[in-house]
C-alpha cells in the first residue's frame, strides 16, 4: 500500500473548523482513501472514505484533491470531543486482490481541541 | 447492537505462559482483524480472515496464532508469552474492507 505523510500534530480552538491533511503522492488508481481516528484510551473509529469525490458525512467531510495526491479531512466545528489521533490511510480494494482491505497505520496527526 | 467485543479488557502474563484474546462480532463481517499498538505508536497487524476457515498473517505474526471457525469468533492466541509482546492488541471487523468497527482493546502486560 503507498504511504501516506500527515503532520505530527495540530491544535483548533472549539467551534472552529478544522482542515487535518495528508499527502499521499504515490496513490494508485484503486487505492482508496479511509480516515479514522482514535480517542485516549480507545480503539480506533471509522472517520469517513473516499476514492476520487469529496465525500460528505456527520462527521466530517473529505475534500480530495484533483490528482489524488492530496486530501483533507475536514472537521466542521470543532469540538472537545475531536481531541484524538487522526489516521489516513491508503488500501486498495480488489476484489480477486490480495489487500482485503488491510490498513496499515502511521503515527497520524494528535488533534488538540481548546475550550 | 454490541459490535465487536473483545475479553479481557486487561491481563497480566508471566513469561512463557499462554492466553486466548476473545473477539466476538454480530454484524455479519466476513471480514476480521488483529492489530496490536505499543505505545505511542500506530497500530501494526497481526493476523486477519476474509471469512470462516481463511487465514492469513499480517506484518508482525510471530509468537500469535489465530483460527476462524465461524464468522462471529476471531480468537488470538498466544503461546508462549514474552516482554516484547506487551501491548495493547485490538479486533477489528469490516464488510469488504470499508468502514472497519474497532473492539475497546485488550491491555496485555508480560512481566
Known amino acids: 500500500d503507498a504511504k501516506t505523510t500527515q503532520p505530527n500534530s495540530m491544535e483548533s480552538n472549539e467551534e472552529e473548523p478544522v482542515h487535518l491533511p495528508c499527502n499521499h503522492s504515490?496513490?494508485?488508481?484503486?487505492?482508496?482513501i479511509h480516515w479514522y481516528r482514535q480517542l485516549p484510551s480507545q480503539g480506533p473509529e471509522y472517520v469517513i472514505h473516499?476514492?476520487?469525490s469529496n465525500v460528505n458525512n456527520r462527521m466530517a467531510s473529505l475534500a480530495i484533491a484533483e490528482d489524488r495526491k492530496s486530501s483533507t479531512l475536514i472537521l466542521h466545528r470543532a469540538t472537545l470531543r475531536d481531541a484524538a489521533v487522526y489516521y489516513c490511510i491508503l488500501s486498495a480494494l480488489n476484489a480477486g486482490g490480495t489487500s482485503y482491505g488491510k490498513l496499515t497505520f502511521g503515527q497520524g496527526t494528535i488533534l488538540t481541541v481548546h475550550p | 447492537n454490541a459490535g465487536v467485543t473483545q475479553t479481557p479488557k486487561f491481563r497480566i502474563l508471566k513469561i512463557g505462559q499462554s492466553m486466548t484474546l476473545q473477539c466476538t462480532q454480530d454484524m455479519n463481517h466476513n471480514y476480521m482483524y488483529w492489530y496490536r499498538q505499543d505505545p505511542g505508536m500506530g497500530l501494526k497487524l497481526i493476523y486477519y480472515?476474509?471469512?470462516?476457515?481463511?487465514?492469513d498473517k499480517g506484518e508482525v505474526p510471530n509468537g500469535y496464532n489465530v483460527s476462524r471457525s465461524t464468522t462471529e469468533d476471531f480468537p488470538l492466541r498466544l503461546e508462549l508469552a514474552a516482554p516484547s509482546q506487551t501491548s495493547v492488541y485490538f479486533c477489528?471487523?469490516?464488510?469488504?474492507?470499508?468502514?472497519?468497527?474497532f473492539g475497546s482493546g485488550t491491555r496485555l502486560t508480560v512481566v
Open positions: 477489528a471487523s469490516s464488510s469488504g474492507g470499508l468502514g472497519y468497527t
Open positions: 504515490t496513490i494508485s488508481g484503486t487505492d482508496y
Open positions: 473516499g476514492l476520487t
Open positions: 480472515s476474509v471469512g470462516a476457515g481463511i487465514t
